[in-house]
């Protein structure tokens, strides 16, 4: 339990990267559906871990989850540091650059010429104080652990103990979780990105915010979803 939260904790930062880097590097016009697919990467690996880890349990041992999950995360480690790129934009003007050394981006050096305060860390918690983002940040906050989280914890107690499953069964049945997760990703970000261009069309302007009356129709699916 401690190695988890440990894990929880330092992989927190690395999951806020990918919805900095499509902002970066997509048009506004499609962001929804890239970050559909950035989305998609976390909401299916929930239930795609029991899944998978299912099979391995019944065939080859418990202990087997936690060494494939050890080498996953090493071999993403290894994988980031040698392929990811960094997109943080310098804000210094490039004639007061410093010259590259020949290592390139494998020498350590600082990004933001700007000086480091401890305060920078705890900033965009300043945000809570704004009900426009508080409000969505909450609700999106209970829909995922409800819709997401709490199935896959509850699953095996509700279904192994009710119909006596063995690890392998409890597996199968994120299937629906997963198909939910494809569909509901692969959808919605398309139709919000339609949404902004539709009000666009019809206002003469539009604004990020339009995007959260698609988060009706989420909320509305997933209650549906876990009451039937």
């Known amino acids: 339990m401690a190695t988890r939260a440990i894990s929880a904790f330092f992989i927190s930062p690395p999951i806020g990267i990918g919805s900095g880097?499509?902002?970066?590097?997509?048009?506004?016009?499609?962001?929804?559906?890239?970050?559909?697919w950035w989305t998609l990467m976390i909401t299916v690996g929930i239930p795609a871990g029991p899944?998978?880890?299912?099979?391995?349990?019944?065939?080859?041992g418990v202990q087997w989850v936690f060494w494939i999950?050890?080498?996953?995360?090493?071999?993403?480690?290894?994988?980031?540091?040698?392929?990811?790129?960094?997109?943080?934009?310098?804000?210094?003007?490039?004639?007061?650059?410093?010259?590259?050394?020949?290592l390139g981006k494998w020498a350590f050096r600082r990004l933001d010429p700007a000086p480091f305060k401890l305060v920078d860390i705890i900033r965009p918690l300043f945000l809570a104080q704004k009900l426009e983002v508080l409000i969505p940040r909450v609700a999106y906050a209970f829909t995922f652990c409800y819709a997401n989280v709490a199935v896959v914890v509850e699953m095996p107690t509700v279904f192994g103990e009710k119909f006596n499953l063995n690890a392998q069964q409890i597996g199968l049945q994120f299937i629906a979780l997963i198909i939910g997760c494809i569909l509901g990703d692969q959808l919605s970000g398309p139709c919000s990105d339609y949404l902004l261009r539709f009000l666009r069309r019809r206002n003469g302007r539009s604004c990020p915010a339009d995007r959260l009356w698609l988060s009706y129709v989420g909320y509305g699916t997933t209650i549906a979803g876990l009451l039937i």
Not at 21 to 36: A, F, H, N, S, Y
Not at 51 to 60: K, P, R
Not at 69 to 77: D, G, R, S, T
């Open 21 to 36: 880097i499509i902002t970066e590097l997509c048009e506004p016009d499609e962001r929804g559906q890239k970050l559909g």
């Open 51 to 60: 899944l998978i880890m299912g099979f391995v349990t019944q065939h080859i």
């Open 69 to 102: 999950f050890a080498i996953l995360n090493f071999v993403q480690l290894i994988a980031y540091i040698v392929f990811g790129a960094e997109t943080l934009p310098s804000k210094q003007p490039i004639s007061s650059r410093a010259p590259q050394i020949a």
